[in-house]
Nanobody, 121 residues
Framework: VQLQASGGGLVQTGDSLRLTCAVSGRPFSDYSLGWFRQTPGEEREFVASISWKGEQSYHADPVKGRFTISRENTENLLFLQMNNLRTEDTGVYYC???????????????WGRGTLVTVSS
């Protein structure tokens, strides 16, 4: 499975961005998908995950109510809509694929190259 995240950029606090992760390889619907973020010197932090059918999703507390994860199985795409961005949302955002609906990064088998989101005040 190959994943490629895109859509990052430099924005100001309060702005919105939508990240996209294109997935190829094994059947897209075999996997739950997730978004994580990482800043230098820190561990990879869970942001949100979505089950393989999309009927379940889970968002980390710091982003709840601002970010929304979704997927389009017919097009093998995963999205993260990020609204009301804050400076603490700055980081490299990674998408991952797991056979489990999980928030633990070690349970993700495949990762894409990240996309950088920078939020300035």
């Amino acid at each position: 499975v190959q994943l490629q995240a895109s859509g990052g950029g430099l924005v100001q606090t309060g702005d919105s961005l939508r990240l996209t992760c294109a997935v190829s390889g094994r059947p897209f619907s075999d996997y739950s998908l997730g978004w994580f973020r990482q800043t230098p010197g820190e561990e990879r932090e869970f942001v949100a995950s979505i089950s393989w059918k999309g009927e379940q999703s889970y968002h980390a507390d710091p982003v709840k109510g601002r970010f929304t994860i979704s997927r389009e199985n017919t097009e093998n795409l995963l999205f993260l809509q990020m609204n009301n961005l804050r400076t603490e949302d700055t980081g490299v955002y990674y998408c991952g694929a797991s056979r489990k609906f999980t928030s633990w990064p070690w349970e993700y088998e495949f990762w894409g190259r990240g996309t950088l989101v920078t939020v300035s005040s």
